[in-house]
């Protein structure tokens, strides 16, 4: 590495460290507040820092809303990535996220609902809300080509979620994993009803 780029990279490092730092503060207001509650001062009183600095990185609201939708959206597309790509029942392997919206994933899970609700007022977070419905889409097309049933597969998935969340309490994986089997028109197992 030359030696001129190392501040450089340094004050690259630190803007995306308080970037970073502004989107972990706008999921926590989000996750208490709502998005309505969501502005540069709230944002900035959060993280701890002057609002100029919220506004220095993100300049409009919707600038720093899509950039922390686009962080969990980031997210769950990696875990859903993960279960396409990885061994054993995909099914199963979404039933397991969903339930996490009532355990340990629950703030992240709230915070998507709520930017992804907010998406039907702001068209810049329109695109990055759809990432979780499309990823979703693509799971169920491993196991169906049939558009009804993987429109159906991603209704159930976005109404198990939401039952989570509502519920505020853990979610039977057994359950979560039998009705997207049923939205896909399969058995707990993996085969389809005429097998």
């Not at 875990?79 to 995909?90: A, L, Q, S, V």
């Not at 994986?173 to 997207?180: I, K, S």
């Amino acid at each position: 590495m030359n030696v001129e780029d190392e501040p450089a990279d340094g004050r690259r490092a630190r803007g995306n460290r308080r970037r970073a730092e502004i989107i972990r503060a706008t999921l926590a207001v989000v996750t208490r507040d709502g998005a309505a509650g969501v502005t540069h001062r709230t944002v900035a009183r959060e993280a701890g820092i002057t609002t100029s600095l919220t506004t220095y990185y993100f300049a409009t609201l919707d600038d720093l809303l899509v950039a922390t939708l686009s962080s969990v959206a980031d997210d769950y597309t990696a875990r859903i990535r993960h279960i396409i790509d990885g061994p054993g029942d995909k099914l199963r392997g979404l039933a397991e996220l969903i339930a996490e919206s009532g355990g340990l994933g629950r703030e992240r899970a709230l915070a998507e609902r709520e930017l992804s609700t907010l998406a039907a007022r702001r068209p810049a977070l329109t695109p990055v809300a759809r990432r979780w419905r499309e990823s979703v889409a693509e799971l169920a097309r491993a196991h169906t080509g049939d558009p009804e049933a993987i429109a159906a597969f991603v209704a159930a998935s976005d109404g198990l979620c939401t039952a989570v969340l509502i519920d505020n309490a853990p979610a039977d994986v057994d359950h979560v994993h039998r009705v997207l089997c049923q939205a896909l028109g399969t058995r707990s197992d993996g085969s389809t009803p005429a097998d």
